[in-house]
């Protein structure tokens, strides 16, 4: 079946780093990839996305791209904030319209001032 | 424009009663999706309901069910509450659900804890 694997966390960087969290997955098809956010004691933001091979998503800073010869979409941000610190999930939705997102694990990233 | 809703934010019930949890999607959506999210399993899929019928259903048993209402709005339902029912439940609304491209908005979640 369709799976999401995320390098483990938790991240600690400090203010200014460059962040990298790995993504990669496993699917039929071609999925559609997404990045979401999750700040203590709320719900998930949609932060970014692609829909095809060699796309790239960008939000505020963050940037992936759809790499479809290593099954990966890793989530990149040159200079991370405080504010930055959150959960971050990887997510496919499954090609054939299961209208369900499939999610890794999260990884959660601390950023220190 | 109002976000999605979830009621109660807390909830703490006793194992093997049943719990009801409610959702209002954005004005306009019509999808609404629920998961789950527990520490050990991470996010998972439970259902999506789509203009009042069940669109897609993920693997939970069936002491796990939901409706959606002729304004959207979702409620689920879990009857005889087990300790590993403890999570947060995040509802998801959308114009028309993912296969259209239409994002997912989540709400900021119910937390049930079992005892």
């Known amino acids: 079946g369709n799976s999401v694997t995320q390098m483990e966390g938790p991240v600690t960087l400090s203010e200014e780093a460059f962040l990298t969290i790995n993504c990669t997955y496993t699917a039929t098809g071609y999925p559609s990839l997404f990045w979401y956010v999750q700040y203590p004691g709320e719900g998930l933001q949609l932060l970014l996305k692609a829909t095809k091979a060699d796309d790239k998503g960008s939000n505020k800073g963050f940037e992936a791209t759809y790499r479809k010869e290593t099954t990966s979409f890793h989530l990149e941000k040159g200079s991370v904030q405080v504010s930055d610190s959150a959960v971050y999930f990887c997510a496919l939705l499954d090609a054939q319209g299961a209208q369900k997102l499939v999610f890794g694990q999260g990884t959660r990233l601390t950023i220190n001032p | 424009k109002a976000g999605v809703t979830q009621t109660p934010r807390y909830l703490i019930k006793t194992r093997g009663q049943q719990v009801t949890l409610s959702c209002s999607p954005i004005s306009g959506h019509r999808s609404v999706s629920w998961y789950q999210q527990t520490p050990g399993q991470g996010l998972q899929f439970l259902f999506e309901y789509f203009s009042e019928t069940q669109r897609n259903k993920g693997n939970f048993p069936g002491r796990f069910s939901g409706r959606q209402f002729s304004n959207s709005r979702s409620e689920m339902n879990v009857s005889t509450l087990e300790l590993g029912d403890s999570a947060l439940y995040l509802c998801?609304?959308?114009?028309?659900?993912?296969?259209?491209?239409?994002?997912?908005?989540f709400g900021n979640g119910t937390r049930l804890t079992v005892t």
């Open positions: 998801a609304s959308s114009l028309s659900g993912m296969r259209y491209n239409s994002p997912l908005h």
